[in-house]
């Protein structure tokens, strides 16, 4: 290829991306407190969530890209071994939490569902069009104790807050920490092993008996 024609092929490559759409994703989601007790982790078997409503000023209209509004949600799907779940009650007032086979999820997002159970939070508050957290807003125990880093899906809904589709829903999916069975500790597997070697001894000496 000589410079030329790579130059025309890189040209054309920059202005493809120019004009390609960047794709909008919903800015209503979950997130993972690890320390959610003053910097504490949290009981083993128990999991605290808060949510982000992140939105930013649309360059050309000055308006909030994305509003939070009354209805838009965020689900938690396919938690292992939940046992029970709860809404922090300084949130009562704005949000409801519930659990189903099928969460709810966004028009044209399929995420992993499976018969597990989802969790979803929902908003009913007023409108927001402000960036707003939501710190540690719900936990649930499950009977696996140990996390799974970004293992796990969410997906968030909210609506446009200006364009040609203002006012219609938007959504999106991420991924997000979840339970997991818990790995022994090193200590352990060591005090497993002699208890295995132990037992193999033990066995040994009967036979020869």
């Known amino acids: 290829m000589t410079r030329r024609v790579l130059h025309l092929a890189i040209a054309g490559t920059l202005a493809a991306m120019a004009m390609a759409p960047i794709q909008a994703r919903a800015d209503f989601e979950l997130i993972y407190e690890p320390t959610p007790n003053n910097g504490a982790a949290a009981a083993p078997g128990t999991f605290v969530y808060s949510a982000a409503f992140n939105t930013q000023l649309d360059a050309g209209t000055g ?16 938690v292992p071994g939940l046992i029970n779940f709860a809404l922090d009650p300084a949130f009562a007032s704005r949000f409801t939490l519930t659990s189903q086979s099928t969460g709810m999820t966004p028009s044209g997002i399929a995420p992993p569902d499976s ?25 649930l125990t499950s009977q696996f104790t140990g996390t799974a880093p970004g293992a796990g899906y969410f997906s968030g809904q909210d609506t446009k807050g200006t364009g040609p589709s203002a006012g219609s829903s938007i959504g999106s999916i991420g991924r997000i ?33």
Do not use: K
């Open 177 to 209: 920490t979840q339970p997991a069975a818990a790995t022994p500790e090193p200590a352990s597997l060591v005090m497993l092993a002699i208890g295995l070697v132990g037992v193999g001894a033990t066995y040994r000496s009967r036979r020869r008996a």
């Open 63 to 78: 308006q909030p890209a994305e509003t939070l509004t009354s209805g838009s949600f965020v689900t938690l799907y396919d």
């Open 115 to 139: 018969s597990a159970p989802n969790l979803t939070l929902v908003y009913n508050g007023p409108t927001l069009s402000t960036t707003t957290f939501f710190t540690n807003v719900f936990s």
